[in-house]
């Protein structure tokens, strides 16, 4: 079985804007420009995880594109490497080649996760896409339109995407349960919005994890919302003993607003992957100590968990 087929995200992905739920502002203004392709700007779509960014740019790239999508299109996601060189080399040889062929009006840069690229890397990014702008349209995906540099945002049209609320999520996930012939419940469906907070990726994700046997229920998808906790906990103490203080602070804040997790289970969790075999093991698990029984006695859980991963940071340099 190919992997869209496997994986409930692909093979429930949109291939049109009418399939793409919530997001009618972006659709709208989107639609008269898929028409008079030739006057698209670069675009840059921010918005929360999980809400049809990329699903829109691969959207777009289809509809301007069609069968020459792949020849046309380069996409770099955040597992590619986003430093100066690879915008350098990649980009730059891709934007900058000028043949002209029936039907492609421009060719097609997605740059995912492009709030993740270093500043030197944008300014780069910025020349090329001055440079190549007769023969090359850019389409930039982030969380934070912010992160972006103010004259790279200045030469993009911005989409906001939103948040995907309850009932949409809801009554998405039942469809592909339907479609699946999944058993479940609203209640049930409605646990699994609850702990994804309008990420419809995660939603999808988690449905299709705690689907066993044709069937979800609630005690499955508690279990599956525990594991996968834990590995976002695992997550957050390795990026803090790796020095990246900044990293697991927003790591940190997403889960506890995602998944309103208590912070006595944060500490569990990191426990179990300190003492799993973390570099400084023994001083990371003193730091732990300290701050478990700081918040037995009632203080702050964001400051104090806020100053654990501080002082975990701080290890990586001893
Ligand atoms: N608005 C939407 N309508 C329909 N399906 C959606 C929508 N948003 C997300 N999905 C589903 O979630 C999956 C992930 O969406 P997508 O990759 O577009 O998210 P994203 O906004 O790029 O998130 P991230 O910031 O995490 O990359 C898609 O494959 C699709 O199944
Ligand atoms: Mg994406």
Redesign the pocket.
Known sequence: MPIEDLMW??K???HNLE?????TDVKERLRPLLEKQQQMPHLLFA??????????AQIVAEKILGDLKSDYTLSLNASDERGINTVRERVKVFASYSDRREGVPFRLVIL??ADEMTRDAQTALRRIMEESSRFTRFIL?C?YSSNIIEPIQSRCAIFR?QR?GSDEVVG?LRKIAKNEKVKTTEKVLESVYEATNG???QA?NLLQAAAADGEVTMERVDAVTGALVRGRAAEIVNLALDGDFAGARQKLVELTKVYGIPESDFLRYSNETITAGAPHMAEAIKILAEYDYRLVLGANPEIQLTAMLAELAALKGK
């Open positions: 995200v692909e429930y992905r949109p399939d793409v739920i919530n997001q918005g929360p995880p999980g809400s049809g960014k990329t699903t829109l995912d996760e995906v969380n995407f995907v998405y990420d419809l990726r999808i």
